[in-house]
């Protein structure tokens, strides 16, 4: 930390100097305009180069088993150019690697092909995605996910089972984006106080996102159980207990968001206060299915486990809140 003292003019203005060292690392001398930022809580943000074009970051990388994920690793991290390159022929297989990565993650296109290189480039403008609307549309998609999860368990319907697991695909491309985003947040000051959102708050924008992520995951388990199961029926005493569960579960990760978004701790306390409901309802499904056949019991009861797992991440969601009273 370096300390100045504040000066003033005659006229009455206020000035600091600025350290040497500093000024000429970032090419300032006399005349140069630089700008000054009050950020929200208070302190100012001097940027030397805010007209200045900022260079597209690029990252080159080789065709490998693992290339999908790098290509993903590479987006979170906010690379603008992800390019694919090898000195000899790209693989037919690499080359579909390439593209079924590239439809995962949302502004990544490719804009240049041949046989030896592939490029891609994020068009997207971070500005124009604030944090809190990402969050709200990828979890208004998995709360439609969990509903329609169980309501095609309980009516045996295949077809809705298979439209479940395929959304969360959506799901995903809105988490990766998320992040991507945040990490850009946290690199750029004026970009934080462009979407109004503190450098500090980027973390609970993670953790909230994961577990609404975590959400929709195990809502696919579920649809992918009832397309196992075939559409078959379920008894009307467990259908109704299950039922019970997924409402209250369903309840609790409505109500967790909701808190984290108008920051209100009462919602988030209510969360908290279904567990003793979610655990003896659970137990009850836990009896019922010893009386089914070992294939079918093993099944139902992935999907009391996927849905008390979904209680326990509207939890954690919640607690966000509850760590921030003072």
Not at 64 to 84: A, C, F, H, N, T
Not at 190 to 197: N, T
Not at 308 to 313: A, H, K, L, M, V
Request: hydrophobic share 40%.
């Amino acid at each position: 930390m370096d300390l100045r003292k504040i000066q003033r003019t005659s006229g009455g203005t206020f000035f600091v100097c600025l350290p040497k060292d500093w000024a000429e690392r970032n090419g300032l001398d006399r005349g140069v305009v630089v700008s000054v930022t009050e950020s929200a809580d208070g302190p100012l943000v001097i940027n030397p180069k805010y007209n200045v074009t900022r260079t597209p970051q690029v990252a080159v990388i080789t065709p490998s088993p693992l290339l999908d994920r790098v290509i993903i690793e590479k987006y979170l991290l906010g690379y603008d150019i992800i390019q694919v390159q090898t000195k000899d022929r790209i693989s037919p297989l690499d080359r579909e690697r390439v593209k079924q990565a590239s439809t995962r993650l949302v502004g990544l296109e490719i804009i240049e092909e041949n046989h030896s290189k592939i490029v891609m480039q994020c068009l997207l403008e971070p500005s124009t995605f604030p944090p809190q609307k990402i969050l709200r549309r990828e979890y208004s998609i998995v709360s439609g996910v969990h509903r329609d999860a169980v309501t095609a368990l309980l009516e045996g319907d295949v077809e809705l089972a298979k439209n479940v697991v395929a959304r969360d695909n959506e799901v995903n491309r809105l988490y990766f984006l998320l992040v991507r985003v945040l990490r850009t947040v946290i690199q750029n000051p004026g970009l934080s106080e462009k979407l109004g959102i503190l450098p500090i708050d980027c973390l609970d924008y993670r953790l909230a996102a994961s577990l609404v992520e975590s959400i929709g995951d195990h809502s696919a388990s579920i649809g992918e159980i009832v397309i196992k199961l075939g559409g078959a029926k379920i008894a009307d005493n467990l259908s109704k207990t299950i039922r019970h569960l997924h409402n209250v579960a369903y309840r609790a990760h409505e109500n967790a968001i909701s808190s984290v978004f108008y920051h209100d701790v009462s919602v988030a306390e209510s969360v908290r206060s279904e567990k003793e409901k979610v655990e003896s309802t659970f137990h009850e499904i836990e009896t019922a299915i010893l009386y089914l056949p070992t294939d079918v019991g093993r099944r139902l009861l992935a999907v009391a486990s996927s849905i008390r797992q979904i209680y326990d991440n509207s939890l954690d969601i919640a607690d966000l809140v509850m760590s921030k009273i003072p």
